[in-house]
């Protein structure tokens, strides 16, 4: 099942992808769950999925306005240097540990929206990302039971502003502008993705393809991740772990290459999807 959250004619709701179009769920559960967070809270994806058979699509792609598809996560967890191509390029020492860092809502935005290049810096840089949604609550999570606390997975660019994100050695600045992290278009639910599937990642910049990698390549798994995080927080409904980038970051390019306005960015999980967005430069 792919899940999604978008707006049409003023009003937020969730639905289903099926045929090409969308089932406005959130129209048929109407009063018992407001989005997609309050049914992961109340574990209603069987509800859902129930309410899916036999049925059709209410909108086309092109009716609906995507919006990040957890738009209100509790928590938005990333983890750096997670691919060993990347760590290279960066020429980061390796860690015992996963590095972690925090994104704020405000920073994202859905699939086919513009990413908002601010215009105090020239370095805003893609990180094509997989971010797993947690459905189910959980403190000091093992490995081998993280699985089952994953909701699903879906593309996630965790846009950059390298120049701020290396003001100090904290990165929250340079990682939450504005509208600067695209998260969708849907999420897949994990009866769709095995457990410990590959996931294949790739990111273009106007149709070129800059970064490619799967899921077996990460330097620390989606369970130790999951594991790690768990120690230090309860992991709640809706928490969103965007799980690292691999090699081929514009900063890192020669030449760099940074977006401007009017760039076309793609993240793309072959078994999930393509992210889209484009860039649009803030204008004061």
């Known amino acids: 099942m792919k899940l999604l959250s978008f707006e049409i004619e003023s009003r937020k709701s969730f639905g289903a992808v099926i045929d090409d179009g969308v089932i406005d769920l959130g129209r048929k559960f109407e009063g018992r769950y407001a989005d997609l967070l309050a049914v992961l809270e109340a574990d209603a994806l069987p509800e859902l999925e129930g309410a899916c058979v036999g049925a059709k699509p209410d909108y086309t792609f092109t009716d609906i306005t995507f919006l990040p598809v957890i738009p209100n996560p509790p928590k938005i967890i990333c983890i750096g240097v997670n691919y060993e191509a990347h760590r290279s390029e960066i020429g980061r020492d390796p860690s015992k540990k996963p ?81 600067t992290g695209g998260f969708g278009p849907w999420m897949s639910t994990r009866g769709e993705i095995p457990d410990n599937a590959p996931l294949h990642l790739k990111t273009r910049v106007n149709g070129q393809e800059v970064q490619s990698a799967d899921a077996s390549q990460m330097i620390f798994s989606i369970p130790e991740i999951i594991e790690y995080c768990s120690i230090f927080t309860p992991l709640e409904a809706g928490d969103v772990i965007v799980t690292g980038t691999p090699g081929g970051v514009g900063v890192r390019r020669n030449p760099q290459l940074f977006l401007k306005d009017g760039d076309i960015v793609e993240v793309e999980i072959s078994e999930i999807g393509i992210l889209r967005n484009s860039i649009k430069a803030e204008q004061l």
């Open 99 to 179: 590095m972690v860092f925090a994104r704020f809502p405000a920073s994202q935005i859905g699939h086919m929206q513009p990413l908002v290049a601010p215009p105090e810096s020239h370095t805003f840089d893609y990180e094509g990302e997989i971010a797993i949604i947690i459905s189910k609550p959980g403190r000091r999570i093992s490995q081998a039971d993280s699985w089952s606390h994953i909701a699903g997975y879906a593309p996630y660019n965790d846009g950059s502003i390298r120049e701020w994100q290396g003001h100090t050695g904290q990165w929250t600045p340079g990682k939450n502008w504005y509208q």
